[in-house]
């Protein structure tokens, strides 16, 4: 059956996306997070944000993120931290990417506690990994929403500007195929451990993301359910 989200339903959760790149999770996490009516808390995009506005915090994430490796925990755990303390937070949020090291989680886990949340249902984009490739170098953004395409698979109506505001798409600079293999090194090393840790907690529900964006929702929606 079709899963859809009632206006009355709460998440109440801590929701994590966790994946390689460019296996659909901010794809998936602004819609998911604007059904539920909670904030998307892409650390992803809270840092190229900072890296755009100049901040001190972006210009030492822009030379680490240029390479594709990961910003040190240090800055990531500061940002999310004054980021969950704000009133929006207070009935769930959808992490896309983060935690992305085991001490990210770990920390994660006591933030979640000192708010009184359970710990954290996790939603494990598998997917073939032969599909990345194209994922990562045919996205295309839009500069004014931050609307998500891909000139393969999710091409806009008009080329090059978004369907829904006409704002012009980019390319993110680390979606260079030169930088893919440095970030997907990056998943296996500090990122792929946590599948094992959120495992052993009984969190981990795995959704095929191979499939196409409506069936991968379907998944994820079934899987918050069953978690309630
Ligand atoms: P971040 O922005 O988090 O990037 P990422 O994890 O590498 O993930 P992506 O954004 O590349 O992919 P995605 O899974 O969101 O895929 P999407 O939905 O766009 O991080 C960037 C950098 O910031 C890191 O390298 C690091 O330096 C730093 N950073 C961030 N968080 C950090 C942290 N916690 N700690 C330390 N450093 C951190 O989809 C991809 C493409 O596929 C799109 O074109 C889309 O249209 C298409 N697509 C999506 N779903 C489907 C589908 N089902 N079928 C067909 N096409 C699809």
């Known amino acids: 059956m079709a899963q859809t989200v009632r206006p009355h339903e709460k998440l109440d959760l801590a929701l ?33 944000e900072h890296v755009a506005q100049g901040t001190s915090l972006g210009q030492r994430a ?11 925990d240090s800055l990531v755990l500061k940002m999310i931290a004054e980021r969950i303390e704000r009133p929006d937070c207070s009935h769930g949020f959808v992490f896309d990417g983060f935690p992305r090291t085991v001490a990210q989680a770990q920390y994660l886990g006591v933030l979640l506690r000192q708010h009184g949340y359970k710990p954290p249902l996790v939603i494990h984009f598998v997917i073939d990994p032969q599909l990345l490739l194209r994922r990562i170098t ?22 090059g500007h978004c369907d829904k505001d006409g704002g012009e798409l980019e390319q993110r600079p680390d979606d260079r195929e030169e930088i893919v293999g440095p970030r997907l090194l990056a998943y296996e090393k500090q990122t792929a451990p946590l599948v094992a840790y959120y495992r052993r907690l009984g969190r981990l529900h795995d959704v095929d993301a191979s499939q ?13 359910r069953e978690a309630h």
């Open 62 to 72: 822009q030379p680490i993120m240029a390479r594709g490796e990961l910003v040190p």
């Open 138 to 159: 045919g996205r295309r953004v839009c500069k004014v929403g931050g609307e998500i395409y891909n000139i393969y698979d999710c091409p806009t109506r008009v080329e």
């Open 212 to 224: 196409g964006v409506d069936d991968v929702r379907q998944q994820i929606l079934r899987s918050i």
């Open 16 to 48: 994590i996306f966790l994946g390689p790149p460019g296996a659909g999770k901010g794809t998936q996490a602004k819609e998911v997070a604007r059904l539920y009516g909670v904030p998307h808390l892409s650390t992803g995009d809270m840092l190229r």
